[in-house]
C-alpha cells in the first residue's frame, strides 16, 4: 500500500476537483489528477463549435464562485479575469415591454415594486451570508455529538436568531417554500417576477411552483457580494484552466485523456484506478470529482451495500437544461433594447406562469414548446471569441428532459426550432444572421462531461438533497462507505454553480480525517 | 402472486386434503394462506414428528426464483454467508441484513442448477431483493404460488418417501437435493426441514400437489404418518432450537422503534458471518460490531421446573431484568423446559445466575415463580438420525 508513487488520485479535472487538488497538495501529499477530457476545468470549458467562433461550453456567467477562493488560490494570478462583471439583467417579453435590473434598481417598474425590490434584496442578501457561512465548510454532523459540530450547530442556530426577529421569522416561513409564492405577494410587475422565479429554477428539474425554489434561489446568491454575474475573459475554459494552474503550482500533477474505468479496492478499501487502457495507478486515497452516480458505478454495486446503492439510484439527477449556442455575422438587435445593453444578462420569459407551463412539458418527458432563455452575447465584452465583426450568442435553454419519451435524436430538432423561435419574437431578424447553430442537450453534456443525466449541477440542489443531506446519508460527509474514497464534486455539500467550495470542503475533510457515518 | 380479491385466505394447492383432514377447523392466516394450528390433537403431532412422520404444509413458505449470469454474485452480496460453497445441488441456511447489519431475514438457499437458485424465506422481501439488484443483471420472480411444498419429518419419514417410489432415498445427504419423476412430472426432494430430526421437504407444482399428498399418505400408512399443524411444528422447532423471524428478532424492515432488530451475532448466528468472502449488504457495519461489541446476547436456557417461560422477563440474581424469552415451551423428547431468549450484554455467561419471571394461572388463580435457568450450550435435540447417511430405517 504505500510503496504507491501518489498519496492520492483525483478523479476528474473539474474545478473542484482542482481545487481539492490543490489544498491536498499544500497539505504534503502527492496528488495526481486523472482527466479523461483534453482540458481542465469539467463542466467550466470554453468550445469551438464553428470556425473561429468559441463559447463558454455550459454555464456562461459566473456569479457563484467563493471570492474567498479566488484570494486563497490566487485564481487571477493564474489567469482568471474578467470581461465584464456586475452585468444588468434585461428581461425581455418579446411584446416591446423591457424590465432593467441593475443591482437594486429596476427600470420599467413601479416606484412601489422598486421598494419591495430593494427590500427582498436586502433581505435575500442577509439569509445568503448565513447560508454562506455554512457552505464554506463541510457542514456539521447532527448525530456524532463531537465538540466541534455542537459548537458550528449552536454557531448557525445564533446567526439564525441574530437575523433579528422580522427576518428570522420570513426566512422560517419561507425557507421551504416556493418561490412563486414568495415574489407573487410581494411585487406587482410580471417580468420582475418571472426573472426572479427564473433564478431559482435555473439548472433545476423545478417550476416556480415547486417546492423549495426558494432554498434553490438564495443558493444562486450565495455570493452576490462577489463579482455579481460576471463574464471571464475568454470563456469558461479559463476558469478551468485558473484551477488547474492554481493545482500544477500546488504541487499537484494533472494527465489528461486518462479515463478512469474503475476504481479498485483492496481488502474493500479503495486502493486506485483502472484507466480504458487496462493500466492501473495505486494510491490509498482515491478522490472523486465525478458525480455521485458515476462514482459509484465506478465502484460497482457488488462493493457497497444495497441500501446506500437504493439512495444512489433514487439521488435526483435529471437535467432539463440543453445549452443553444449561435454564431452571429453581426450583433442582433433587440427592439426596445439599448445597444450598450445588449451584452447583458437577457432573460426571455414573461410571466411565471409562462415558466410553469414551460416546466410542465418536462414533467411529461416533453420539451418545452416556449423555453425560458437565459442568453448571453459575450462577443460584446470580449472580442477573443469570435472573428472581427462576428458574435457569439450563448443561451442556457429550459426545459428539455434527460428522458425525452420522443427520443433525443428527433427532439433536437424541434428544441432548435423552438429555441429560434423565441430568440426570433425578442430579435426579429436573427435568424438570418445565424452562420452556424449547435444545442448542447442534457444527453450531450453526459456524453462530453461524464455527468450521469446530464445534470449540471450534477443533482438537484434542493432541501432533500442539500446541506447535510447532500448527496445521499452514508456519503454526506464528503468520505463514502468505502474507506479511503471520498467525494468532491458537485453532489457534495454545498453542491454545484461553479462555487469552489465542495473542492476545498472535501479537502478539509480528507486531512481532519472524517469517514463515512 | 395469487390476487386476494375473492377469498380473504387463499388456499394451498394441497386445500382439499388439508381440510378434509383438519378435524379441529383451528385456522391462521400464515402470508395469506389458510393454514391449520391444529388437524386433531397437537400432542400426537409433535410425537408423529418424533416417533413416526409428521407431514406438514409448507407452501405459505415465500419462495424466489433467482437466476441470470449475476446471480451467484448477486446472493453473494446478499447473504452474510459465502454462496460460492452452496453447489449446485446443495441447500444452505442463510440469512441477510440491511446496511446497518441488522438481519431482515433467515432462510435457505437451494442451488438447483448452476446460476439457478431458489431462496425460501419466512417474510417477502421481494423490495430489498430488488434493491440489491440495482445495477446487475439479475432476474428474480415470485414463485410462491407456483411451487407446492410438503416437509415430511420424522424417524420413519424416509421409508414413507421410499415406499411411495423414492428409490435411493436413503443416500441422500443433509442439506442435499434430488429429482424423481412424479404423477408425469417431476419432484424435488431435499434433505431439510425445521423440526431438528431426519426428515425432507418434498416439492411439487401445484397441478401435481393433490396427488403428491394421496401417494404420501397412501405410502405412510404402515408408517404412522399424520398430518401437522403449525402448533406442533412450533413445539419442535423450538426443541431444535431454531429461530423463527417475527417471534425470536423483528425483521429489520419491519421494525419502527429504535434499537430493535438484531445482528446476526446477537442471534448467535456468528457461524453464517463470512467477512472473508468480499463485501455483502451489512458486512461494514458488522465488522464495527465485531471490534466494538454486540448489544445482545441470544441464548438457549434450560428452565427449572415445567412451566414454559412464554414472554417472560429474564432477571439476574438481584432481581434486576437483563432480558426476555422470545420463545418457550416444555419440550417432551428432550425432556427439558426450554426457552430462547435475547439478554442485554454482557449477561448470558456460564458463570451468570438468571432467573426467568414466570406467571402461570391454575383454575383462575396465577402464580408467579422465578425459575432458575442454565444456559444451555450445544444443542437441545439432536439425534444421530438427523445427520446419519444412509438415513436409518425405521
Known sequence: MTDAAYDALVVGAG???????????RSGRKVLVLEAGEQPGGLAATREFADGFRVSAAAHLLNMLSPELVKDLALERH???????????????????????????????SASDQAAFAEFQRRMRRYAKVLNRFCARPFPRLTERRGRDNWLLAKLAWDVRTLGKADMRELLRIGAINIHDVVEEKFENPLLKAALSMDAVLGSHMGPRSPNTVYAYLHRHLNDAGAGSALVKGGMGALGAAFAAAAEASGAAIRYRQRVTRIDLADCRAAGVTLADGSAIAAPLVVSNADLKSTFRLVGPLNLDAGFVRRVHNFRARGVTAKLHLALDGLPEFPGLDPTDA????????????????????????CSPEPIMEISIPTVHDDSLAPPGKHVLSAVAQYAPYTLKAGWPAGREAFMRSCLGRLEAISPGIGERVIAAELLTPPDFEARFGVRGGHWHHGEIALDQALFTRPVPGANHYATPVPGLYLCGASTHPGGGLLGLAGRNSAKAILSGEDAS | MTPHDDQMLLDTPFASRVQAACELREWESWKGYASPIAYEDVELEYFAVRNATGVFDLTPMTKYRISGPDAAAFLNRLLTRDVGRIRPGRVGYTVWCNDAGMVLDDGTLFHLSPGDYRLCAQERCLDWLLTSALGLDVTIADETAEVAALAVQGPTSCATLRAMGLDGLEALRPFGLRHYPFDGGELMVSRTGFTGDLGYEVWVAPAHAEALWDALFAAGRDHLIRPMGNAALELARIEAGFIQAGVDFVPAEQVVRHGRARSPFELGLDWLVDFDKGHFSGRSALLKERAQGSRFRFVRLDVEGNKPAAESFILNKRGKTVGHATSAAWCPSAKRNVALASLEMPWGRPEDELYAEIYFSRELRWTRVEARCRIIDGPIWDPPRRRQTPAPDY
Open chain 1, 343 to 366: 451584452g447583458s444578462r437577457l432573460l426571455a420569459a414573461a410571466t411565471m406562469d409562462g415558466i410553469e407551463g414551460a416546466f410542465n412539458h418536462a414533467k411529461y418527458g416533453e
Open chain 1, 15 to 25: 474545478h473542484n476537483g482542482l481545487a481539492c487538488a490543490a489544498y491536498l497538495a
Open chain 1, 79 to 109: 489567469g482568471l479575469a474578467y470581461a465584464a462583471r456586475n452585468l444588468k439583467t434585461v428581461v425581455l417579453p418579446g411584446d416591446g415591454r423591457q424590465l432593467v435590473i441593475d443591482g437594486d434598481r429596476l427600470a420599467g417598474a
